[in-house]
Structures are given as C-alpha cells and as structure tokens.
C-alpha cells in the first residue's frame, strides 16, 4: 500500500486551473521530484497535500485514510510536513523558538532540537539568534529542521536552492544527505536539474497543472527532462519507464 496517495487531485485559484486530474502514489522512505517550468502547478500540489491550499476535487489518501477534508494543522500532526516556498519564518523569533514551535505536533521520532541540530551545524551559533537576521541558506535550513521536528514521514520540500548562494545549497544538500537514507518519503521541488537527477528516486513532470511524463530518475536523462519541461512530449521515458 502506498503511504500517500493523490487521486484525481483538482487545485484552483478562482477560475484558473492550477492542479489538473493529478495521481500520484508515493511510498515509504521514496524521493520523489516534481518538474516542471514556472507555473507548472508544483507549488500548488504541494500546498494542495499540506493543507493549505484547499481540494476543489479528487482525493488525497495518507495511510489509508481519507485526508481530503482534514485541516494543515491536523495533516501535520499525522505526519506531513511542508517547508514552504520562501520558508516562512517567524522572522522575530529566535531560530531556536522557530525549531520548537513545531514540536507541539507531538509525534515521536528521531527529529529533536539535537539531531536537528546535528544535520544542520550551521544553526549551532544562530539558535539565540531572530530568524529573520539569518542569510538564505540558515533560514533554509531552519525551514527544514522546523519541519523535521514534527518527524514528519512525508516531507514536502519547495524551491530548496531558490536565492541561495552555491555554497549555501552545497551546505543545505549535505545535510540533507542524512535525510534521504531514511524512511521519510520526499516530494521535493528544485530547480537544480542535476541535484534533482542525484537525490530522486523518480522524476515526474509537470505542464499546465497536468504530469506529463513519470520515470525513475535514473533511467531519464537530464535531455529527457529538459524536453517534457519545455512541453516536447515525444521523449522517450513516459509513464511506461515507471511501469
Ligand atoms: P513556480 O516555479 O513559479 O513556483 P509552480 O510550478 O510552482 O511555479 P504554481 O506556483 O503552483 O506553479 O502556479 C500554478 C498556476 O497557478 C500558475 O498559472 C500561477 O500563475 C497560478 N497561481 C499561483 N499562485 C497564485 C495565486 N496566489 N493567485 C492566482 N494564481 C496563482
């Protein structure tokens, strides 16, 4: 059995389309990539599975149970994390409130403030500090500790790298390293092409709020998924490759 499902998802902002007919099923501890140019949908999937952007049709299944109506807060507390697209700090507040605010999601796991703060050194001398006084790169970081201190077992990750420095994206992915050998499933949006090829397991690309194409990362060359980014669907690794 899959640990989340996505059936026929539906995601609208007004009358415009975001999220068309998506399914997806992803499995315990699988690294999944959403592809795809600006626009494509992927933030509003994301959203759409946390919570915070509401269904307008389809289901989202997450161990068997029918989460479609349940609220972010809950998803949370049952196991699905989002950092969100731009982190979303509580700029004021110290990294270390950041980090424990979301233990009040309780659940029991490895992620505490100390294996949060062993995967992501670079917190160690910040933790007293206002979050918003942090560079892209800690504030990421703290972004992804704050979800990893709900233990979640679906981590939804948005624009990892966007508006870091190469040295700041090389830090957050070694830390991250840790993170993709365990039983936690990934859906991760990232517009570095070749570290999406490096860290998933399966790529799936999406046009027009739609997938167009589903394959493991290891059998899709990164021309394959240039071509299906930019709308050319007569590469060769459609669903077929995941089948
Ligand atoms: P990006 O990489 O730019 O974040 P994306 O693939 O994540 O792109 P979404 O941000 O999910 O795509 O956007 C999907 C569609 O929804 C786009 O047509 C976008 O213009 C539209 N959209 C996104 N956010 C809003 C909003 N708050 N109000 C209205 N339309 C929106």
Redesign the pocket.
């Known amino acids: 059995m899959s640990l989340l499902e996505v059936q026929g998802l539906e995601a609208r902002?007004g009358l415009?389309s975001?999220v068309r007919g998506i399914n997806l099923a992803i499995s315990e501890g699988e690294k999944v990539a959403l592809v795809?140019a600006?626009?494509?949908?992927?933030?509003?999937l994301l959203r759409t599975i946390a919570g915070v952007h509401p269904v307008a049709g389809g289901r989202i299944v997450f161990e068997g149970a029918d989460i479609t109506g349940v609220s972010a807060h809950r998803r949370c507390a049952s196991g699905i994390a989002l950092v969100p697209?731009g982190r979303r700090l509580f700029p004021a507040m110290t990294v270390e409130e950041n980090l424990l605010v979301a233990q009040s999601a309780k659940r029991d796991g490895p992620w505490r403030l100390e294996s949060v703060l062993e995967a992501f050194p670079q917190l160690k001398p910040k933790l007293k500090a206002p979050a918003g006084e942090l560079s892209g790169g800690q504030q990421q970081a703290t972004a992804i500790g704050r979800a990893l201190m709900t233990n979640p077992r679906v981590l939804l990750l948005d624009e990892v790298s966007l508006g870091l420095s190469p040295v700041a994206v090389h830090a957050v992915y070694e830390s991250l390293g840790a993170l993709l050998k365990t039983k936690t499933a990934i859906v991760l949006?990232e517009q570095d092409l070749q570290r999406t090829l490096d860290v998933a397991d399966r790529i799936v690309c999406?046009l027009e709020g739609a997938i167009v194409a589903e394959g493991r990362a290891h059998e899709m060359s990164r021309e394959q998924v240039m071509g299906h980014y930019f709308g050319n669907r007569t590469g060769v690794a459609m669903r077929e490759a995941a089948a």
């Open positions: 902002y415009l975001a795809g600006n626009g494509a949908g992927k933030t509003t697209e949006v999406m």
